[in-house]
């Protein structure tokens, strides 16, 4: 258990429909990352959160997808206007206490038809 | 920037037989190195991770990996593998400060058969 739960952990969905996920740290972890991993591939850097702030976005993020940390504890991470291309593994991770170590959740995989 | 390369995309290998997977990095500041497991529509599993000290890192299951810094490599070793070990194995990186972000190497699947 990483003290991490993330929900759904699947999804399956018709393309052009909005899908949110949420990420749910256990305890209280400053930082909070996302991560998309596509079949065959390593995961790749979405966006990170300190606390309820959005310090940085990767170029992947496109306008589509918005992630927010409204209390800077729980997370969600929204797609609208679903493409195939949008189908992969979403994971959430949180750095844990001084360690410097980020530890992930089980993933929520997004399957669009 | 940092990036990372896993030159093997795939390694077979009989159980009980030692095993070694290969992960070298680039970065331009100093990084953290850490070493994920990924076991079939799961999250990633920490094995071990190289933050400062001793070259030599063990971490969970019986694996261990070397931080290199002038082959800018962090191999992972095992002795003596398991059937349990099939699994996809992740490097990556992160630079020591700032946000540190993961950048992942593509993966290695460690193949065990009987």
């Known amino acids: 258990d990483t003290g991490v739960s993330q929900n759904p952990r699947h999804k399956i969905t018709k393309r052009g429909q909005n899908v949110t996920f949420r990420c749910d740290p256990i305890s209280e972890h400053n930082r909070l990352y996302w991560y998309r991993q596509t079949l065959g591939q390593g995961p790749e850097f979405l966006t990170y959160f300190q606390n309820e702030a959005q310090l940085e976005k990767s170029r992947l993020l496109s306008d589509r997808f918005s992630a927010e940390r409204p209390k800077g504890s729980f997370s969600t991470l929204e797609i609208q206007r679903t493409e195939q291309g949008d189908s992969a593994m979403y994971l959430c991770?949180?750095?844990?206490?001084?360690?410097?170590?980020?530890?992930f959740g089980p993933g929520t995989r997004l399957t669009v038809l | 920037a940092q990036s990372v390369t896993q030159l093997d995309s795939q390694v077979p290998v009989f159980e009980e037989a030692p095993v070694e997977l290969r992960c070298n990095y680039s970065?331009?500041?100093?990084?953290?190195l850490f070493w994920y497991v990924q076991y079939p529509n799961q999250g990633l599993q920490l094995l071990l991770k190289y933050l400062s000290g001793s070259t030599l890192v063990k971490g969970i299951n019986g694996f261990e990996a070397e931080f290199n810094k002038s082959q800018t490599s962090f191999h992972l070793r095992k002795p003596s593998v398991h059937i349990s070990d099939t699994a996809e194995y992740f490097c990556a990186v992160s630079e020591d400060t700032g946000f540190q972000k993961l950048v992942f190497g593509t993966g290695t699947r460690l193949l065990v058969s009987p």
């Open positions: 991770a949180i750095l844990g206490g001084s360690t410097d170590t980020q530890y």
């Open positions: 970065s331009s500041v100093s990084v953290y």
